[in-house]
Nanobody, 132 residues
Framework: QVHLAESGGGLVQPGRSLTLSCAAS????????IAWFRQAPGKEREGVGC????????SYADFVKGRFTISRDNDKNTVNLQMNMLTPEDTAVYYC?????????????????????????WGQGTQVTVSS
């Protein structure tokens, strides 16, 4: 079993930065590819990006490229989502998840993180609100 828990959410002004963490218990997070998702009110959950465990390769959704960075901290057993230049459109509950694979896989040529229903283990989410 893998238990994930997100932290670091809160209220932040537009243009500012925020870092979320995904911690694992019951297992070592460094063995798994970790994906981040978000769900805004009234919208479907959408994939933000993914970090592989084998080569630290990352992939991101187009709407966050250049602004968000996913990285791993093995000492703290966490995977972090650094979010820069935040806008009100980034307001959402953010989740981390894993399918317990080591790499960020592709489904029919599309990164798997575009398909949230294919992930088995989820954290409870952390709220990020971007507002002045």
């Amino acid at each position: 079993q893998v238990h994930l828990a997100e932290s670091g959410g809160g209220l932040v002004q537009p243009g500012r930065s925020l870092t979320l963490s995904c911690a694992a218990s019951g297992s070592t997070i460094q063995y798994y590819a970790i994906a981040w998702f978000r769900q805004a009110p009234g919208k479907e959950r959408e994939g933000v990006g993914c970090l592989s465990s084998t080569d630290e390769n990352t992939s991101y959704a187009d709407f966050v490229k250049g602004r968000f960075t996913i990285s791993r901290d093995n000492d703290k057993n966490t995977v972090n989502l650094q979010m820069n230049m935040l806008t009100p459109e980034d307001t959402a509950v953010y989740y981390c998840a894993t399918d317990r694979r080591r790499t960020c896989t592709v489904v029919a040529g599309i990164p798997k993180f575009y398909y949230s229903h294919l992930y088995d283990y989820w954290g409870q989410g952390t709220q990020v609100t971007v507002s002045s």
